[in-house]
């Protein structure tokens, strides 16, 4: 792992990664300087108490002990990247983007999963969400919702909902006990509606025309 730390280091933020119980086993120096928190601190421990991780608009829980990122671990889908809402151990807010690797276990043939942490990016969406949260969310008029749920179907808005709690297609399938293809296609078709390019844009969008609670 140290190998595989020297080639990343400096490229990303910070790196950790996880065993198939979601237990921390390697905190590179990035994260060490990004959370504050020494790796013989965190070692060993499951990850969701680490991070704490919330959804950064809605303030939801995003890290929790069945996250989506746990179930690569049993052959279940994540995102490519996602963003937390995290603090570090002088209590700084920061909103952090995170890729997801998976590495071969040398046991059981299980497999460890490797995040990669970036703030750069993120830093800028937390200012403008502390901005705006100081200023006031500038709410859509009642008629636009209403016109914008109505181009939505009912299962759709239902899909809408749970992406914007961060849960995968692949949770939200056996959720609703239909097709991952299923999901993927109401996902296209609320992307279509709300004339978005990606799911993470359907999710900004629908927090900013209060179509998710």
């Not at 490229?11 to 928190?37: H, M, S, T, Y």
């Not at 961060?166 to 609703?176: A, E, H, M, T, Y």
Request: charged residues 20%; proline residues 3%; aromatic residues 6%.
């Amino acid at each position: 792992m140290s190998t595989l730390d020297d080639i990343l280091y400096g490229a990303v933020d910070g790196v950790f990664a996880v065993d198939a119980k979601q237990r921390i086993i390697f905190w590179n120096p990035g994260c060490e300087e990004l959370f504050k928190r020494p790796s013989q601190a965190i070692l060993g421990r499951p990850c969701n108490d680490v991070l704490c991780g919330m959804n950064p608009s809605s303030g939801a829980a995003f890290c929790h002990a069945d996250c989506c990122v746990a179930q690569l671990c049993r052959g279940g889908d994540a995102p490519n990247r996602f963003s937390i809402k995290t603090r570090n151990a002088d209590g700084k807010t920061m909103i952090l983007s995170v890729d997801v690797l998976l590495l071969p276990s040398c046991c059981n043939k299980k497999w460890i999963v490797l995040h990669l942490l970036y703030r750069s990016v993120n830093q800028h969406l937390l200012n403008t969400l502390d901005q705006t949260s100081r200023s006031g969310r500038q709410m859509a008029s009642l008629a636009d919702c209403e016109k914008t749920l109505s181009r939505l179907t009912a299962r759709e808005t239902e899909v809408l909902q749970l992406l914007s709690e961060g849960l995968s297609s692949n949770v939200i399938s056996k959720r609703f006990t239909i097709s991952h293809t299923t999901v993927r296609n109401h996902i296209q078709h609320i992307q279509n509606k709300l004339g978005v390019h990606s799911q993470t844009e359907a999710v900004a969008y629908a927090y900013r025309h209060n179509l998710v609670m």
